[in-house]
């Protein structure tokens, strides 16, 4: 369970650089509340990330992220993979991912959504388009939904 009184974190898996700027600019003025963004710019930076190995090592001690948004088309392992790999795990396939990706593949929607992906979006070609779903997004996560990270099970700590 986390800590209630730090923000909720919110992981933004993404290897263009100009569309996490706006991204986070946009989550940042849009937020009623402070959140801790932090960014993976690839598939295997992410699953270091999760699995607090590589850089992220010494993390063992953070709970998960909050929320994932997560871009499917990365370098590397991309976000398929990464989905995969998520959905295998005991301990991190709770953890709720937003797909946020240029594909309107209906094989990839599929793909996602059989690997335990909880949204799948199309990333707006406006910028309006994009405040709206940044609003939605953070109203639904962050005051909506109960989040896995919220809850304490029986018998743990």
């Known amino acids: 369970m986390k800590d209630q009184s730090q923000p909720p974190t919110l992981l933004i898996v993404e290897d263009s650089d100009e569309y996490f700027e706006v991204l986070s600019r946009i989550i940042v003025d849009i ?10 710019i690839d598939g295997d930076d992410a699953l270091d990330y999760f ?5 992220y090592h010494t993390t063992s001690d953070r ?10 088309n990365l370098p ?20 709720p991912i937003v797909v ?8 990839d929607i599929q793909a996602c959504y059989e690997s335990g992906v909880n ?11 994009l405040r709206y779903l940044v609003r939605v997004l953070l109203d639904y996560w962050f005051k909506v939904a109960i989040l896995p990270t919220a809850i304490k099970l ?4």
């Open 31 to 40: 937020s009623d509340r402070p959140l801790s963004i932090h960014r993976c």
């Open 119 to 129: 949204s799948y979006l199309v990333k707006p070609m406006k910028i309006e388009q």
């Open 76 to 95: 590397g392992t991309d976000g398929r993979e990464v989905l995969v790999s998520l959905n295998a795990s005991k301990h991190l396939k709770t953890i």
């Open 100 to 107: 946020l990706t240029t594909s309107s593949n209906p094989k």
């Open 51 to 55: 699995n607090h190995e590589g850089i």
């Open 63 to 72: 709970a998960n992220p909050d929320l994932t948004i997560l871009d499917l």
């Open 154 to 157: 029986e018998g743990k700590g």
